[in-house]
T-cell receptor, first 112, second 112 residues
Framework: KAGVTQTPRYLIKTRGQQVTLSCSPISGHRSVSWYQQTPGQGLQFLFEYFSETQRNKGNFPGRFSGRQFSNSRSEMNVSTLELGDSALYLC???????????FGPGTRLLVL | GENVEQHPSTLSVQEGDSAVIKCTYSDSASNYFPWYKQELGKRPQLIIDIRSNVGEKKDQRIAVTLNKTAKHFSLHITETQPEDSAVYFCAASMEYGQNFVFGPGTRLSVLP
């Protein structure tokens, strides 16, 4: 099976702009979680989607939002970008009744 | 909610020595405990996991032990090699991967 894919891999934006990141899970996986990772920091949980519904949400402002489509692909949107949003954004998929999460390669976002 | 602590935050060992990383969790309902390795610039990769009905699990040079009563679990790496240098994350989750929480990570350096 193909692994988790994320697009784009790299992105440069300026403050105030908005950005949309995409994640395609492993085929058959219905859960997609998003994480923010800043240099030297751990994995900060953003939200989890399962069957098109947000099932869990981390402690991030409302500028961060997401959605999931019927084919389980997920998008994450960040509006009114701030310098502090510069980070590696990782998505992870899970499925088949197994707890294990499999990560995508991430999207590296730089906000200038 | 679940809280996962991880120690130490950094660890340096000589090549060939053993390394031990410890994690504690707070929610007694958690029953799945994976460990991820993240090399520089790469995605986190699952290296080993353990479920609450097992006390220890081994895979070649790595092992994980779980003490459910004390709510802690540990990663053991024997005969460390330079390629073991990475950031290691522990995590805890409930059945079916709900409430998946990561520890803050441990940066392991294996010195030649």
């Amino acid at each position: 099976k193909a692994g988790v894919t994320q697009t784009p891999r790299y992105l440069i934006k300026t403050r105030g702009q908005q950005v949309t990141l995409s994640c395609s899970p492993i085929s058959g996986h219905r859960s997609v979680s998003w994480y923010q990772q800043t240099p030297g920091q751990g994995l900060q949980f953003l939200f989890e989607y399962f069957s098109e519904t947000q099932r869990n949400k981390g402690n991030f402002p409302g500028r961060f939002s997401g959605r999931q489509f019927s084919n389980s692909r997920s998008e994450m949107n960040v509006s009114t970008l701030e310098l502090g949003d510069s980070a590696l954004y990782l998505c992870a998929s899970r499925g088949g009744g197994v707890e294990t999460q499999y990560f995508g390669p991430g999207t590296r976002l730089l906000v200038l | 909610g679940e809280n996962v602590e991880q120690h130490p935050s950094t660890l340096s060992v000589q090549e060939g020595d053993s390394a031990v990383i410890k994690c504690t969790y707070s929610d007694s309902a958690s029953n799945y405990f994976p460990w991820y390795k993240q090399e520089l610039g790469k995605r986190p990769q699952l290296i080993i996991d353990i479920r609450s009905n097992v006390g220890e699990k081994k895979d070649q040079r790595i092992a994980v032990t779980l003490n459910k009563t004390a709510k802690h679990f540990s990663l053991h790496i024997t005969e460390t090699q330079p390629e073991d240098s990475a950031v290691y994350f522990c995590a805890a989750s409930m059945e079916y991967g709900q409430n998946f929480v990561f520890g803050p990570g441990t940066r392991l350096s294996v010195l030649p």
